[in-house]
Structure formats: C-alpha cells, structure tokens
DNA sequence: CAGCTAATCCCTT
DNA sequence: AAGGGATTAGCTG
C-alpha cells in the first residue's frame, strides 16, 4: 500500500469524502465506533478514507506523509490530532510538532537552512521566523497588494513559498481590517455608552413637571422650517455651550437615582424625540460632545416656563437646564426684537401729534408670544423704537455691545452700573455670534425723581448676514429664582437692543428698540412724560446717546483735532484732562441717581425742600476725592424754557456769575478747551475764576459740556491749580481730588410727548415747551470722616440748591 | 478564554 | 486561474 499513491487520488480539502466503518478517536481519546459519514463529511476534519493501520505505522510514516503532496499531508496531520489513535501514549505527530516547535525557537539558524536545502519538510504548525516576518512586514508597510513578481521575488530571498508569501499577505490584510473593525467597534461602543447617557439624562429632564406642560411632543409634528433652523442653531449653540462647559471643568453629576422613583414615568414619545432633536448634528458633533445636553424643550417652551423646576437634582443639572432655558429665551427673544426692528404698519403705528411711533399693543400681542410672563401688577409699558446713523462699524459696536466696560463706557450717562455676571457662550468662531451672556446693570435718567433701573438681562449676539448684526437683551428675572431673596425688582425689560446693519461710508444704521415695564408710581409725576416718549430710557436717548459718543471717539481718534485751545496742550495732557472729566461726570451722574456705585445714605431732613434729596457718604482712601465727609443734594425743577438755551446759558462762562458763587461775582475766562464733537456743547474746559481781590489766588474750574437730542449736561468742579499743571502736562489725573456739581437738562412739553404706551398724567399740569433741570452738588462737608453731619451743613446745601435755581429762574426770566 | 497566525475553503472576477 | 474574503486549526499568553 502505497502512501503516495493513496494521496494522489485525493483533492486539496475537497477531496473523496469516504469513511471506512472504523473505530475514531475523539480528541480525548476516547473512542468513537462508527461514526457516520455524513458527520464527518459535515465536520470538514476527514478527507481520506483512513484505517487505524495509518497511524500505527512506524515512526518513519509522518515524515513519509508529509513529502508528496502538501494538502494531503495537511489533512493527514489535522486527522491524526484530531482523531488520534487510543494508543495510551503521546502521538508521533505531537512529539514532531514540538520538536518543531523548538525548531523555530531557534530562529533562522540551522533549520529553516536545511528547509530550504531539503525538499520542503513541512511542519504542521509553524510560525514564519520574526527575520522571515519582519521582511513581510516591511514590504506590506510600502505595498500591502504585491503582485506576483514582487511575491516571487520575497519568497527567494525568505524561502518560503510563493503560496505562503502570498497567504502571509492575504492574512495581513484581513488582520488589518479586523484590527480596523475592531477599533471602530470600540469608538461606536463608546458613542453608545455617551448616548445612552445623554438618553438617560434628558429622560429625567422629562420626568420634570415642566415638561408635561410644555405640550413638546405635541407641536413636534408640525414644526415650521424657520423653527427647524432655529433648532439646528439651538443646537450648535448647545455644543458650543458644552465646550465651553467642558473647558471650564465643569462636569455635570450624574442624576441622582431617587429622581427615577421618585416622579412618575417618563413620557417616552417625547423623550425619544428630543433624544433625537439634540443630537441634530448627529456623526459629527457626537464625539466632541461628551457632556449630557440640557433637555431640549422645542421651540415655543419659553412662554411656558414662568418658574424654575424644582431643585431635585444636582445642581449642576439645574445648572444645565437654566443655561438652556437661557437659550430657548435669548432665541425667542432675539425672533421678537428682530421683527420689532423691522416691521412697520400695523406693528407701530405713527402718532398723529407728535409723529413718533406708538407700539400697537393689539398687534403685538397677536404677534409674539410673551417671552417672560405677565405684566406685574401696577407696572406701565413703554415701547420705543429709533433709527439712526452712527460712526462706528457693526463689528465694533457689538462688541462694546458685549463688553460690559465698554458698554458702561459707550452710554456714560445713562448706565450707572453694569457687569457680566455670567458667560454662557463667547461666541463661535472667534466672532460674537452666538454670544450669550447674563448681564446687570443699572439704568438711569440723571434726576433724584427717577429711581435707578436695575436689571438683570441675557444678552444675546447674533449675525444676520454679512455687516447686519443684532444684540438683543431680555430679562431675566421671571425666569431665575435666586436662592436668595427674591429682590424686588422695579424695572423688567422685554426684548430690547439694537439691529446694526453697516453702510457703505463708514457709518451703520442702527435701529434700536426699547420695550420695558416699569413701575410707575415711583417716578415723580413731572417725569412721567419724559419716560413715556422715550427720551428718558428709551430707544431715543439710547441712539442719541450712542450717536453722539461715537462721533467723540472719532474725533479724538483722527489727527486733525478741531483745536481751540488758549493755551496748547500736549496729547497726553488732553488724554489725562478728558480722563478727569469723563471721573467727575461720572461721579457727578452717581450723586445724582444714588446708585450703587457710591454708597449713598439718604437723609430725611425736616428742614429740606421737598424734592430735594440730599444724601451723604463718608469718603475714605480714594485719592480721587477729598477725604471727609460729602453731601450731595440734587433736585429737579420744570422751567418753561427750551432745553437748549437752558443749556447754552449756564455752559456760558461770561454768565458764570449770575448764578455760580465760584465766580466771586465775575465773568469766567475759558483757559482751555478739548472739543468732543461737531456741537461745540459737547467739550471739557478749563476755566479761571477771577479773584476778589490782588492777593487773593484765581481758582480754576474744570467743566464738561455735552448735548445730544435727548438732552445735555453741564457738569463742574474746582481743581486745585498745582495738581491742574500735572495733568495738562500728561501726567497721572488719579490724584487730581475734586467733587463735581452741575446740571443735567432734558426736554419736557408737548414736543416730547407722544410715543410709547405708558399713560401720561393726565392730571397733570398743562405745560408749554419747557425743560427739566436738574440741579445737583457734592460737597465736603467735614474733612474728617467720622464727622458726624450738623444740621447746619443740609440747610446750606439745601439753600445753595434752592438759590441756584432761584437765579437761574431770575436770569431766564421764569416767574418762580 | 481571547487573540494571533498560517492555512484552507470557496466565491468572484 | 488568480485573488481575496471568510473561516478554521492550532497554537500562545
């Protein structure tokens, strides 16, 4: 019987599939009689017909098997350690392959020598040697598919066959791809696993009560395509918003498990839903987002949500649900402002009289859905809206838009206070769009009558189109409920900013849109007016305000400086001298408004006219003011003179006298003067007052005028000569103490009336054209701080404030 | 047990 | 028939 012969009538592995009825061996050892053949045939383990003979043949056998005919001997190997003779000891196949296997430990050396002078003696199992892979590899790294020459040429110089180069290659790549598969099997799980996070997360954001208000999955079906982007946008600004999240560190906890039980089952059309809303992004925004998104309310929510959801959860989740209803709000309220800034008829509606427009609240109210609730009890609205040019690009008025220092320092007189309290997007892309921010800020009209606004507002960015940016602002107070006591709040605004949209000269058309409420019971009945035409908060004095700072920027900016100086001052001394102004106008606007920036006592003196106010505070450590103790009064009277001639008279150097006792009763003399604008109203002088007598040393007066069409200012202060020298020379102003006083005059009579939808007084006095000054000083009073205030001390503020305003009454010619 | 490698099976081109 | 993907045997850690 020959071998040889025997192997020659089978194929490779597909070979004769007959089983002769003998006895198997299972790979226990165990015996197997007649197994049948289709089993076999099944199992793929034997080809040949096989007679337990074969393998108690002798010793020499194995070796004999493996010469002719490669796949035979394969098959006859796996056969012989799969069904492996009984024989009670360990198979001549198991000794050879270990041997072999030893063979290769020995690497390249003497064996795969003599494999390669031998005929082929082949082990059944064997690894290439590292030298034989390294080279394999190697040639894989430059050209993974060789082609037949290449195989040919690596099998030469490894001996190895052409089939084994060529099987070693298939192999590496099939590795390649399943090392591929497995890889991205592990990014996907991880995917999965953040997934089902978020999943877990949003669904106990549903189990909130909230959310079966809010209707979501309700409106689901038939949202708008202009929701649809406000979706995608929602978003982004989400993702945005986890970056930013991520950055700062601020990793959410997980939901506490007693949330689960706790509250009923979940509402899984909806969750399932949103899952899928806030995941708009899908592919691409899954792997960089890793935090659990805010619940996805759906657009429209925000009318819903007049209150917090409990504080069940951690509370960073609360964190994440308040910074989304942020979004949904700033969103919503950016939609308002955006159509209150463009629509016309029959959304604004011209007054007949005055010609300024009117909010009409029948079409607003058909229009938008309130974004912050209803109107308190006993608060007024006041809606204005105005357009204007202004020198500035879009660029740069967002940004100060969103810088809360500059802001405070683009409207001086009409912000009093203002900070950002919190950050919740910086924007994408390096640019300001998709800004949000929470903001306060205190707002003012300069009269101790009108109490200080303070609000607590989003801030919101976002570019339309290419130069066309809007800034919209929008309370916050309905929605977050401080820990602390709630504060009373006397001002809420509703969707307010501006729409800037740049020309092509250099100039932007602004619009601005200024839509409050406010109590008006705390606003002294002479004012009432002036808020409801807008010139007090509203979108006219903020455009006139804008537009007249702006063009002070860019006059100080260009080189040619429309110069009037009597004496010439270097660019530092003007620098340092418009630095102590812009401080005593500041200080000025402080004292008269009793805002916070100074902490103000106010004083309830028998002796003090009714609309006075007086206040103190003790000044301590500022170099800026003399130390001691500072009285400030301020009052406003109505005098039935136009603005700008009340403006023109008390700016007046030469009529210094007739009613400023710094004058020592003469002309003052103008000794320099810094221009701010086109009008020369609006400019920083210096003036001398003329002495009593020789030996008596002249005083200066450092003053600051400005006008613009909501109203105008004159505000002063003495300086000491000395410390005057330093800061016209450039040097540092810090030091320079001074306490201002001034005027702050606004319009007042029909001509400023008209707008808005706060109902006028119609109690009132009947007035002609006229204005409303306001007269207000600071002055020192003891220049010990622990001083405590004489009584005589109120009664001459309140006498020097009562006399000013007789003397002006006097010099206008005004019947007291 | 998972993982790796050489080899085989079997289908497509 | 060549080539390649799928699968497997036979090992290793």
Known sequence: MSFGGFLENTTGGGGARIVADIPYSNGNGNLIHNMPAAALAQSRLVTPPLTKSMFNSSPGLSLGLQQPNMDGQADMGRMAENFEVNTGRRSRDEEHESRSGSDNMDGASGDDQDAADNPPRKKRYHRHTPQQIQELEALFKECPHPDEKQRLELSRRLCLETRQVKFWFQNRRTQMKTQLER????????????????????????????????????????????????????????????????LAGKFLGRPISSLANSIGPPLPSSSLELGVGSNGYGVLSTVATTLPLGPDFGIGISSALPVMPPARTTAGFDRSIERSMFLELALAAMDELVKM??????????????????????????????????????????????????????????????????????????????????????????????????????????????????????????????????????????????????????????????????MPNGYSKVTWVEHAEYDESEVHQVYRPLLSSGMGFGAQRWIANLQRQCECLAILMSSAVPTRDHA????????????????????????????????????????????????????????????????????????????????????????????????????????????????????????????????????????????????????????????????????????????????????????????????????????????????????????????????????????????????IKAALQCES
């Open 341 to 502: 800034a463009q629509t016309d008829e029959p959304l604004w509606v011209r007054s007949l009289e005055g010609g300024r427009e009117m909010l009409n609240h029948e079409e607003y109210v058909r229009t938008f859905t309130p974004c912050i609730g209803l109107r308190p009890n006993g608060f007024v609205t006041e809606a204005t809206r105005e357009t204007g040019m202004v020198i500035v690009n879009s660029l740069v008025l967002v940004e100060t838009l969103m810088d809360s220092n500059r802001w405070a320092e683009m409207f001086p007189y009409l912000i009093a206070r203002s900070s950002t309290t919190d950050v919740i997007s910086s924007g994408m892309g390096g640019t300001r769009n998709g800004s949000l921010q929470l903001m306060h800020a205190e707002l003012q009209v300069l009269s101790p009558l009108v109490p200080v606004r303070e609000v607590n507002f989003l801030r919101f960015c976002k570019q339309h189109a290419e130069g066309v940016w809007a800034v919209v602002d929008v309370s916050i107070d309905s929605i977050r409920e401080t820990s602390v006591a709630p504060t009373f709040v006397n001002c809420r605004r509703l969707p307010s900013g501006c729409v800037v949209q740049d």
């Open 183 to 246: 890889h991205e099997n592990s990014l996907l799980r991880q995917e999965n696993d953040k997934l089902r996070a978020e999943n877990m997360s949003i669904r106990d954001a549903m189990r909130n009560p909230i959310c079966s208000n809010c209707g979501g999955s309700a409106i689901m079906g038939e949202i708008s395509i202009e929701e649809q982007h406000l979706r995608i946008e929602n978003s982004r600004l989400k993702d945005e918003l986890d970056r930013v999240c991520a």
């Open 568 to 807: 010439a001052i270097t660019a530092g001394g003007r620098r340092s001298m418009l630095k102590l102004a812009q401080r005593m106008t500041d200080n000025f606007c402080a004292g008269v408004c009793a805002s916070t920036v100074h902490k103000w006592n106010k004083l309830h003196a028998e002796n003090v006219d009714e609309d006075v106010r007086v206040m103190t505070r003790k000044s301590v450590d500022d170099p800026g003011e003399p130390p001691g103790v500072v009285l400030s009064a301020a009052t406003s009277v109505w005098l039935p003179v136009s603005p700008q001639r009340l403006f023109n008279f008390l700016r007046d150097e030469r009529l210094r006298s007739e009613w400023d006792i710094l004058s020592n009763g003469g002309p003052m003399q103008e000794m320099a003067h810094i221009a701010k604008g086109q009008d020369h109203g609006n400019c920083v002088s210096l003036l001398r007052a003329g002495a009593l007598n020789a030996n008596q040393s002249s005083m200066l007066i450092l003053q600051e005028t400005c006008i613009d069409a909501a109203g105008s200012l004159v505000v002063y202060a003495p300086v000491d000569i000395p410390a005057m020298h330093v800061v016209m020379n450039g040097g540092d102003s810090a030091y320079v103490a001074l306490l201002p006083s001034g005027f702050a005059i606004v319009p007042d009579g029909p001509g400023s009336r008209g707008s808005g939808e706060a109902t006028s007084n119609g109690d009132g006095p009947l007035r002609v054209s006229g204005s409303l000054l306001t007269v207000a000083f600071q002055i020192l009073v003891n220049s010990l701080p622990t001083a405590k205030l004489t009584v005589e001390s109120v009664e001459t503020v309140n006498n020097l404030i009562s006399c000013t305003v007789q003397k």
